[in-house]
């Protein structure tokens, strides 16, 4: 195995950055700060973008089948949720939701208005934060959590609406706030509460993304083969524009960073030219005594290299620190703060930082390589 003293060139960089040891920190820091820049608002745009898909993943199975105002369609009648309900079998379930607003009375004769939805499969749509969501929804109310605190409702308290009493079987957990079904002011009631017969909506929830989208084609394919009877939204669409917003200020982000990499590069160009302009003499009596250009060249870029090398991992260390940092003082779970992808900055920020140093070494050593020895010592 090789030590460090086989390799005289590097012993003889790390001499000459130690002899002027503030100027080498202050090269080096500002490889810190770039490095530390880059990383950071690479990883923390990252995160952001992680924590919000991770939030929303779930929505991007739902597909939104409303009737097409624009056609004069005013409902759905039960012959489009019986083929929505073909299309989207084995691959999903097809709920059918009526809805309506109405004001809801609570115990002790507080009220106020809410949504009210009509379904026989809650379910499939909607989760218990206290009491049960049925999968068969046959009598009783579920509450939003909003209108539930608002009104003072619990589970097993009796609601009026439009003259009906309902006895509440569940608080309804608060729902995903671009889900066009929200249910945190809503009241949701069995289909027969209702007198109407056709449908305002179904909600299509698959059993993936890709199967949302697909079964948003077949929808549109088979219900507005003559005319655009139904509107259809995917709400996968609108996390693919999320993603395509965080992607976008990503590169914003690693964009400020870069800049504040390459100003340290320049920083680095400028010590590694004022060291050879003041280290003139020491080069040329190296070059009289048969010192090859090779070697000055070789031991000025390696410098200028440890310097990046250096500052790019204090950065590294930095940027980690920073990133969990923002996990403690952040809701962001530690499983998002950790991906791998997170990683990918980090060593893009360090690579970076030494390629920038690399660079701005080059000129300077090969100026002070080509100095001719009998200029140098007279200098």
Same mark, same amino acid.
Not at 24 to 32: N, R
Not at 132 to 137: A, G, K, L, N, S
Not at 263 to 275: E, R, Y
């Given at each position: 195995m090789k030590r460090l003293a086989d390799f005289p060139t590097v012993l003889m960089a790390l001499r000459n950055l130690r002899r002027n040891r503030l100027r080498? $920190? !202050?090269? $080096?820091?500002?490889? &810190?700060i770039g490095v530390l820049a880059i990383a950071t608002l690479g990883i923390f745009g990252n995160v952001l973008q992680l924590a919000a898909l991770d939030s929303l993943g779930g929505l991007g199975n739902q597909v939104i089948v409303s009737p097409n105002a624009d056609?004069?369609?005013d409902s759905l009648t039960a012959r489009d949720v019986a083929e929505i309900q073909r299309v989207t079998e084995g691959r999903g379930t097809a709920v059918p939701i009526l809805s309506d607003g109405a004001v809801v009375s609570g115990p002790g004769g507080t009220s106020s208005f809410g949504t009210v939805y009509g379904t026989n499969d809650p379910g499939a749509l909607f989760e218990a934060e206290a009491g049960? +969501? #049925?999968?068969?929804?046959r009598q009783g109310a579920l509450v939003g959590t909003e209108l539930a605190d608002q009104l003072g409702i619990q589970v097993g308290s009796v609601v009026e609406i439009a003259g009906n009493d309902y006895r509440v079987i569940g608080v309804l957990a608060e729902g995903e706030s671009i889900s066009p079904v929200q249910p945190d002011d809503a009241v949701v009631l069995p289909e027969s509460a209702f007198a109407a017969d056709d449908y305002d909506q179904v909600v299509v929830q698959a059993d993936s993304g890709d199967q949302a989208r697909a079964i948003a084609d077949d929808v549109r394919d088979r219900l507005n083969a003559r005319e655009d009877r139904v509107s259809v939204l995917a709400l996968s669409s609108v996390l693919d524009q999320i993603d395509e917003f965080f992607g976008l200020l990503n590169q914003f982000l690693l964009g400020l960073g870069t &800049?504040? !990499?390459v &100003? $340290?590069?320049?920083?680095?160009?400028?010590?590694?030219?004022?060291?050879t302009t003041e280290r003139k003499g020491e080069i040329g009596l190296l070059r009289a005594v048969g010192v090859q250009k090779e070697d000055i060249l070789r031991t000025l870029v390696v410098e200028s290299t440890l310097l990046g090398v250096v500052g790019g991992v204090v950065g590294v260390l930095f940027s980690i620190g920073a990133t969990l940092v923002l996990w403690y003082v952040s809701p962001i779970e530690l499983e998002v703060v950790l991906d791998p992808s997170n990683g +990918?900055? !980090?060593v893009v920020a360090f690579g970076f930082g030494v390629l920038i140093s690399l660079a701005s070494g080059?000129? #300077?050593a090969w100026k002070a390589a080509n100095l001719e020895p009998v200029e140098a010592l007279r200098d």
């Open positions: 080498s $920190a !202050l090269a $080096a820091l500002g490889i &810190v056609a004069g369609a049960t +969501v #049925p999968e068969q929804h &800049v504040s !990499l &100003v $340290a590069g320049v920083a680095i160009f400028n010590v590694m030219l004022m060291s +990918v900055y !980090l080059l000129y #300077p």
